[in-house]
């Protein structure tokens, strides 16, 4: 297995990524992976894709704009049309990469990015699959249900 810096770019704007690539030759499957909120490739997103690339999958882990390594200003701008703007840019970049087969790319999202990764493939009928680990798929729903007190402190 190796890491390398994969960045890519969405609307001019530079995303920090890595690219674990597992042994051997030939097409890879893909997974492509980012955190939720402003979470970024280095909280503990690598030691999954270190465990995806050991069976054999390619891996894309990416900071969304103005998070983390990447670029774009103001810093930690939470922005939702963005931060899907930026999966879509990442799954068309891993499609791009000799290595990596196309067809089957999936997609992993944790927390806020788990919702962010079911539209992402409602979008896109080439996903080959998701992991939607904890979605916060509906904002509204998570307020009325803990209360406005504990989502403020979201």
């Known amino acids: ?17 890595w690219l674990y690539r ?30 995806f690339a050991e069976a054999g999958f390619a891996v894309l882990v990416f900071d969304y704009r103005h998070f983390g390594a990447s670029e774009g200003e103001p810093r930690q701008l ?11 840019a990442a799954v068309a970049h891993v499609r791009s990469l000799g290595g990596v087969d196309p067809d089957r790319v999936a997609l992993w999202g944790s927390s806020f990015s788990g919702g962010h990764v079911v539209a992402v493939a409602a979008g896109d009928e080439r996903i080959a699959a998701v992991v939607s680990q904890a979605p916060f798929t509906d904002g509204l729903t998570v307020i009325r249900s803990i209360g406005p007190a504990q989502a403020g402190k979201l």
């Open 78 to 88: 939470l922005d939702i049309r963005r931060q899907l703007a930026d999966w879509r």
């Open 1 to 17: 297995m190796t890491r390398t810096d994969e960045p890519f770019t969405c609307a001019g704007v530079r995303c920090a990524a």
């Open 22 to 51: 597992p042994q051997g030759d030939g097409r890879h499957p893909c997974v492509v992976m980012a955190h939720g909120f402003s979470g970024v490739r280095e909280q503990r997103l690598d030691a999954y894709a270190g465990r």
